[in-house]
Structures are given as C-alpha cells and as structure tokens.
C-alpha cells in the first residue's frame, strides 16, 4: 500500500517515522512547499496534484484551513485519507466535508490521537459510562511554531480550543458522552481558554487550555466519580493513580507507569491501514471527529458572544 504524505511539519515528521516502522507499506513521496530533494530517501514534491497521483492513502498534515480543499482533491481521485485533527476550522467546511464522504467509497479518519494513549485509555477503562463524574482536563504548552505563524492566526486555525483543547474535548466527549451544554472564556489573543462542558449523564468536564505556559508540555487529568479520584501528570514519574475511599489503613493505589512501547501516533495510523486491508471502518470515523469538532467551534462561539450556549437550542435552530 502506498501512502503519501501532505505537509511536513513537527506532525509530518512523527507520521512519516511511523509508517516507516510498517513493513507493509511504501511512502511514496511527500509534498512540501518548503522543502526540495528527498527525506530520508522518499523524494518531495513541490507539485499537490502530481503527489496526490502517487498513493493509494493521503496523509494530510497540512495546515488546518487547509484541509476541506485537499480532501475533496484526494476523495475524487479516489484516495483513502487520514486527516490529522482538527478536520477542519469552520462548521461549513465540516458538513461540507461530510456530504462529500457519503457519496465515495474512500475510507477517512481523523487523528484523535489522545484516545490511543495508554494513560487516557486506562482512564476511560477504570470509569462508569452511565454514572456522573467530575473531570478537570488541563492541556498546557508554549506558543506553537508553524509556517508564517499560521496557527497563532485564529481565523486559521481556531485557536487554543480547536488547535490544542480539541484534543480534551473529544476525550470527554468519548469517555462521558453527548455534551448539551458549553461555556468557554479566552483571553483577547485565545491563547488560554477554560471550558465547561455538561454531558448528557451528568457528567461535568472543565477543560483549562494554554499555550502560555513555559514549564514543558503539561497533561493532567483529574476524574472524581462515586468515592474514587482518578489523576494523570504528564510530568509524574509515576503519572497514572487511582484513590478510593474504601479503607481507612491506605485511601490510595499507585497504577504502574504506562511504558509506549508502541507511540500513539504509531497506534493510529496501523489502525487505519488495517482498517483499509480488511474492509472495516475507521476508527475515528469523520462523523465521530466532527462531533468533537462540533463542540470545539461551540466553545469558540460560547467565548466570542460571552454566554453559555445549549446544544439542544442550537441545533433545532438549524
């Protein structure tokens, strides 16, 4: 199976290290605007068209704006994509994006990539679906680099919430369920925000965003539900716990560090080629990414008009 590979940033680097760990698969080239020659053997091409000729699988890694306008390209030749998240940076571009998915036979799926951690997917193991719980999800970093700053340009990119708190809001939306309501505050240049996000079940989830943060890259998860606290830090040399309220001698126990044996973002693509190979559907399917996405452009609305908007309201409005 051929791939090729759209973009070739800090994520185009991490993808392309990953698929040559495949054996089953060629990198036939990737296209780049900023780079010539080849990388680490698989030629670039300055050329989209002519790339987008070269594979049987599109990995778009290019910058979020763009993403509607490649996917249609790649989905009429008849190309499987993987999208790295967002899927894209306005609810038109998304329906738009989704309406052309029903009518071709291509295989698509967004790199949700928190939901292929080891640590986040033993949170999502260890709590009760249906049972309410409390949850602080707090993602911090410092400002991103990118080509002519593109991400730091909200009309782009979205921001904090839909470049980095994307990646909480759709944990909370797979480990609680359907959102009805959201609330979100940023500061003037939406390089912070706080969400708050009601589920369906009862759940509260309140999401803290930054790319003001100089401490290294910081993950942490707090989850409070029925007398057990579960907690992550990134930063932790033990970073995963779980403490229950079941015993006066000891109210705390240490799970083990997870070791990535395999990386995340390793995890993800394999899923994917598998699911091409045998004819299943993609993981993190268009229509689940968008529901994330969805509540990301929710929060971005709920911030600009500093009020709290109901899913229930907004959605029987259109």
């Known amino acids: 199976m051929k791939i090729v590979i759209l973009g070739y940033g800090f994520i185009g680097s991490i993808h392309l290290n990953a698929y040559l760990q495949m054996k089953d698969v060629e990198v036939a080239g990737i296209y780049s605007t900023t780079q010539t020659g080849d990388i680490q053997g698989i030629p670039v091409y300055n050329d989209l068209e002519k790339c987008l000729e070269l594979g049987d699988v599109v990995d778009v890694c290019l910058p979020t704006f763009m993403h509607r306008d490649v996917f249609e390209k790649a989905v009429e030749k008849g190309k499987h994509v993987f999208l790295e998240k967002p899927m894209a940076h306005t609810d038109e571009d998304c329906r738009c994006m989704l309406e052309l998915e029903k009518r071709c036979s291509s ?28 949850t602080l999800l707090s993602r911090r970093s410092q400002l991103p680099v990118s080509a002519k700053n593109w991400s730091l340009d909200r009309s782009n990119s979205g921001g904090v919430i839909l470049d980095l708190s994307l990646h909480d809001i759709d944990f909370a939306r797979w480990a609680f369920g359907p959102v009805t309501r ?123 008009e500093k009020r709290p908007i109901s899913l229930e309201k907004e959605l029987n409005t259109r």
């Open 182 to 304: 959201v609330f979100a505050q940023t500061d003037p240049d939406h390089y912070y925000a706080l969400i708050t996000l009601r589920h369906e079940n009862g759940s509260i989830s309140r999401i803290e965003g930054s790319w003001r943060y100089d401490g290294g890259f910081a993950q942490e998860v707090e989850i409070a539900q029925e007398n057990e606290l579960f907690t992550f830090n990134s930063q932790e040399v033990s970073p995963l716990s779980v403490h229950r309220n079941v015993s006066l001698k000891k109210d705390s126990t240490e799970v083990p560090p997870v070791l990535l044996r395999d990386d995340p973002w390793y995890l993800e693509l394999r899923d994917f080629i598998d699911s091409i190979r045998n004819d299943e559907p993609a993981p993190v399917t268009l229509q689940d990414a968008y529901e994330s996405t969805k509540l990301a452009l929710l929060a971005l609305q709920s911030a600009e």
């Open 107 to 134: 295989k698509v799926m967004v790199g949700q990539v928190l939901r292929y951690f080891p640590e986040y997917r033993k949170l999502k193991e260890s709590i009760d679906p249906d049972k309410p719980a409390s």
